[in-house]
């Protein structure tokens, strides 16, 4: 056994220890936190596992430190928190599972009850909390070794783990992915594989929700790639996303073949995980969030998990509008239309929230295509102004998927496209500086030309405004109420409208 030095230095866990002999149980550091501390990772969160009654002690511990304790009745837990670590108290249970439900028989247990229902051996390992051996590293099933050699492996059989929650096959991939360092792969053991393989059709039995609670975790790692290859290997990403896997294969006719739009999306998501891990160490992105009815900038500090979607659905539509001409070879017309039509079914078949961040999604596919086809043709202001207008406080994120999706076998074809790319990016930022469009707010309001001709809510005032627009993002007129007046009037005498003043 040994004694870790260092790892419990935080005040809570000698509060923890203090509490736990005082109400005479036992209690122990488990799962991520213990894990983290190995891997030199930070942890956001501790779990406490306790023989007794979890809820109990957290109150004693929320007592000594004078912090409020939100208690789950129904699931037995419950979580203070402390100078900004949630600290999460569990009483240690033994389940049993019958085979048609994922609800287990819940009995009180031992920590090593405990430790077997965890879904891996690197997240059963424990530190000990009490006096005489404080700190004590509890790992009955080597989750040091299995870390050691970068080693996911369930502590029971595997088909035991997995049937009884079978969210844990997911989980083994997250965990792969999340784990993984450049040039140090996690890796799920074949027998695990195996086991995955064989009883993912239980997957049936989880809800939507857990699912893509995992899949968001996954996007937002630094390579989500390894994630979606497994699952797709496993066959869970069949369950999981089949459109995703409508994307593999690469048909052939007269000897063309074209791009395989399954490993080229992988390509564009690590792709858009690293720039975008560039872009926020710089401080070149933002995030736009609603507060109180006003629109505010914040710097953005983490991976933005809807620009990962985004990543991930933007070529959705390619298989529903694969061609083969015999002029032009192969040809995916409109699937970025026909992608964006995709995405509510999608987040719908998931339960992921159906609002803005859906919108913000449907929008970058719709418009994935947008920004380099400027590249190939002559880049008119107006055209720029048409795309600034149309993805607003997005184009940022749009520039930047877009530039990712460069992929070609022929490096000299990507290095001319990048470079043409950036002068795309130039000529947004030069045209913003000088028209001010991503905030497009229409100098002429509805209000203004109901009060200037006397009238009523109706149809001339949505036409009189979409003119005005136009005029603006051709260029035909700055983007001032000045110049944009004296047009509206002018189209408005057209339309036969006179002012009441
Ligand atoms: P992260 O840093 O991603 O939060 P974590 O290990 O803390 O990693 P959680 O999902 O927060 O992961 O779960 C906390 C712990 O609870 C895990 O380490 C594991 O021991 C246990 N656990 C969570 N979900 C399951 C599950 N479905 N089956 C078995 N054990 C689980
Ligand atoms: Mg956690």
Not at 72 to 86: C, H, V
Not at 428 to 446: H, M, Q, S, W, Y
Request: proline share 4%; net charge neutral.
């Amino acid at each position: 056994m040994t004694v870790t030095q260092g790892f419990l230095d935080n005040r809570i866990f000698q509060i923890i220890s203090k509490a736990a002999r005082s109400k005479g149980v036992r209690a122990f550091v488990i799962g991520g936190y213990v894990r983290d501390c190995f891997l030199g990772r930070k942890s956001k969160d501790i779990d406490i596992v306790v023989e007794g009654s979890g809820i109990e002690l957290a109150e004693a511990v929320g007592e000594l430190v004078r912090s409020n304790v939100t208690v789950f009745r129904n699931f037995g837990t419950a979580m203070l928190k402390y100078k900004g670590t949630e600290v999460e108290f569990v009483g240690a249970r033994k389940e049993s599972y019958r085979r048609d439900s994922r609800k287990p028989i819940v009995e009180d247990g031992t920590l090593e009850d405990d430790q077997q229902r965890r879904d891996f051996t690197i997240n059963a390992m424990a530190f000990s909390l009490q006096e005489e051996d404080f700190g004590a590293l509890v790992d009955p099933f080597g989750g040091i070794r299995d870390l050691a050699a970068g080693i996911i492996r369930t502590p029971l059989d595997p088909d035991t783990t997995y049937s009884d929650d079978p969210l844990r096959m997911i989980r083994a991939v997250r965990f792969a992915t999340k784990l993984s360092e450049p040039g140090r792969r996690f890796t799920i053991v074949p027998e695990s594989l195996e086991s995955i393989r064989r009883n993912r059709n239980r997957l049936e039995i989880l809800s939507r929700e857990r699912i893509a609670e995992e899949l968001d975790k996954m996007l937002v790692c630094s390579e989500p790639s390894i994630g979606f290859r497994l699952m797709e290997e496993t066959g869970l990403l069949e369950y999981v996303l089949p459109q995703l896997c409508r994307l593999k294969g690469v048909e052939n006719v007269d000897g063309h073949g074209h791009k395989e739009n399954f490993t080229h999306t992988l390509e564009v998501l690590d792709n858009v995980a690293a720039a975008e891990t560039e872009a926020i160490a710089e401080g070149r992105l933002s995030n736009f969030e609603f507060e109180d009815g006003v629109e505010v900038q914040k710097q953005r500090t983490e991976p933005y998990l809807w620009l990962r979607w985004a990543a991930l659905l933007h070529d959705i539509g390619k298989p529903a509008t694969k061609r083969f001409d015999k002029e032009t070879g192969w040809t995916f017309h409109g699937h970025e239309v026909v992608g964006a039509r995709m995405v509510p079914k999608i987040f719908k078949s998931l339960k992921m929230p159906l609002n803005e961040k859906m919108k913000y999604v449907e929008k970058l596919v719709l418009l994935h295509l947008r920004p380099i086809s400027l590249v190939t043709e002559e880049v008119t202001d107006s055209a720029v102004r048409r795309l600034l207008f149309e993805a607003g406080n997005d184009i940022d994120d749009l520039m930047l998927l877009c530039n990712a999706d460069i992929t070609s076998k022929n490096p000299r074809k990507v290095e001319r496209l990048k470079q043409n790319f950036e002068l795309v990016g130039r000529k947004l930022a030069e045209v913003e500086a000088k028209d001010a469009i991503r905030n497009f707010k229409n100098p002429i309001t509805g209000e203004y030309i109901m009060e200037l001709y006397g009238i009523p809510p109706c149809r001339q005032i949505g036409e009189l405004k979409e003119f005005v627009k136009n005029a603006i993002l051709d260029g035909i007129i700055g983007n001032n109420f000045a110049e944009a007046d004296v047009l509206m009037r002018k189209h408005a005498s057209e339309m036969g409208m006179k002012p009441v003043k």
